[in-house]
């Protein structure tokens, strides 16, 4: 029998589970997507129970594509961050979680920014005031939904609520902790004049634990509906991001880019800077004694999508319309520069490195002779100069990296990976596993329970660099030149952006 370890990663639109053999290697996986509600343009929620429902249609998934009986060692967890769902003492939602995206507690972001002054929060939290937090949806549901605030016995992320249902234990790791803009990132312990001013206290928030703990077993019952034994351990996991860093093997001098929906530069530091830079966040890592410093696009793999089904396939086009194929090929025909065309990649407001949540989205230089291919070119050099925008944020603040490693669904784009090379002037590693969350469960689960004496060195052992793209030496001069215009196209629209908002 083929000993393995089951990873649960809960992430924005789905449940994914994976059984890995202690190589590594994926023996079998399965994945169930959950709904999202948009009751207003600004707003985004799920229900936990739908997560713990694709929990279980996942892994029975997985476990029907099993070649042979596998003895599970451990149970990982990852999940998407900052999404906030309160619970009775009994774990029974309250209402519908509140997800990371809804935009809703944007005044409240303000508020306190006005209240604790928004450069003492962003250095004691490490977060910049902004909705995307936990600490602006509990206010906003404070004020909206009184009567399940009041009732709260926790507020929980997904990954605590999918833990509460394998062990009956209610637990939050520092990783996804840091993402709710109420903990202090130095001190690892809740900011009281946070929990005073939303009026909640600690005990509504549960125990803090390592991500590499043993948080719980897993109970008859919830064996039953997984078809799994009773009493397997559970290791608490963390943040997705993270665990994504972890299984990139982000610490030392290598930095993560991880394009999916959006794209994310991360840089592991072993100690928090004395004063964080005001663009960028400052969260916990998975590893202990680590942070991750973190810039987070809004748009980038979903413009590309916006594009596939709003520009470039017709309704009458009767090609497949999910595939690029046809895309990258007109974009390759496309010369460096797209024809002197210039995107905006603003498609839901900014985040790294600008933080202005009135940008929007714009298609500069566009002429009768401009084609598909250059409007597709554009937009993925648009991406490329604006993550290029956050490594300039690094350097800085003199983290450097000397190589990059790709991740996430965008790292299967060939040409996208080639242009970003030419534009960052870096080479771009390739893992092994380019979505590697759950690798980073993984790792941290044989680590709790014993297999793996560091999780550090598992990832890299089990996730090795298989490819690298290098940057051609004419290409990145060119794009330096464009570079600084796209810099210069942002700065003259930057005050228009919120003439635009209040019409």
């Keep these: 029998m083929i000993s393995s370890i089951l990873t649960l990663d809960l992430g924005t639109t789905a449940c994914k589970a994976i059984f890995f053999d202690i190589s590594g290697n994926v023996l079998a996986d399965g994945n169930c997507e959950y709904p999202t509600a948009h009751p207003t343009p600004v707003a985004a929620e799920q229900k936990a129970d739908d997560w713990w429902e694709a929990v279980v249609k996942a892994v029975r998934q997985a476990e029907d594509k099993l070649d042979e009986p596998t003895e599970v060692e451990a149970i990982g967890l990852s999940s998407q961050r900052e999404t906030i769902v309160p619970v009775d003492r009994f774990g029974t939602p309250l209402c519908d979680a509140i997800m990371w995206m809804d935009r809703r507690s944007k005044d409240y972001a303000n508020q306190m920014a006005e209240h604790f002054g928004k450069e003492d929060l ?20 404070k004020e909206h939904q009184p009567d399940a605030f009041a009732k709260a016995a926790y507020f929980l992320q997904p990954r605590d609520y999918v833990c509460f249902k394998l062990t009956d234990n209610f637990i939050l790791d520092y990783s996804l902790a840091s993402r709710t803009m109420m903990l202090d990132v130095r001190k690892l312990q809740w900011c009281a004049e946070i929990l005073d001013y939303l009026g909640i206290m600690p005990k509504q928030l549960p125990p803090l634990v390592w991500s590499d703990e043993i948080v719980g077993y897993v109970t008859d019952e919830t064996a039953s509906a997984l078809g799994l034994k009773s009493g397997i351990p559970v290791v608490a996991g963390g943040g997705d991001r993270q665990c994504e860093a972890l299984g990139a093997g982000i610490f030392g001098t290598r930095a993560m880019e991880s394009t999916g929906t959006t794209s994310n530069i991360s840089f592991a530091a072993d100690s928090v800077p004395e004063v964080i830079d005001s663009r960028v966040v400052c969260s916990v890592h998975t590893l202990r004694d680590h942070w991750l410093i973190e810039q987070g696009l809004t748009t980038s793999g979903s413009i590309m999508q916006w594009f596939r089904d709003r520009v470039y396939y017709s309704d009458e086009d009767p090609r497949d319309k999910s ?70 944020v690094l350097s800085d603040m003199a983290l450097s990296p000397d190589e990059l490693v790709i991740m996430g669904g965008g790292s299967k784009a060939e040409l996208w990976n080639r242009i970003k090379a030419d534009v960052y002037g870096l080479p771009i590693k390739v893992p092994r596993i380019r979505e590697a969350a759950s690798l980073g469960a993984m790792a941290l689960a044989g680590k709790g329970v014993g297999i793996f004496e560091d999780a550090a060195q598992a990832a890299l052992r089990l996730n090795p660099i298989v490819g690298e793209y290098s940057p051609n030496q004419e290409n990145n001069e060119f794009y330096r030149r464009y570079y600084e215009l796209y810099n210069d196209l942002y700065r003259s629209l930057e005050q228009l952006y919120k003439r635009l908002e209040d019409l």
Aim: with cysteine; hydrophobic share 40%; aromatic share 8%.
């Design 323 to 392: 595939s690029y194929k046809p895309i990258d090929a007109e974009i390759m025909q496309s010369p460096p520069g797209a024809n002197k065309l210039l995107t905006l990649p603003f498609f839901m407001g900014a985040k790294a490195t600008r933080w202005n949540p009135d940008a929007r989205g714009a298609v500069f230089g566009l002429t009768l002779s401009h084609t598909k291919g250059d409007i597709g070119r554009s937009i993925m050099e648009g991406v490329a100069f604006e993550l290029k925008a956050c490594l300039d």
């Design 122 to 141: 962003h250095n004691m939290t490490g977060m910049i005031p902004d909705s995307t937090f936990s600490a602006t949806k509990i206010a906003w549901l």
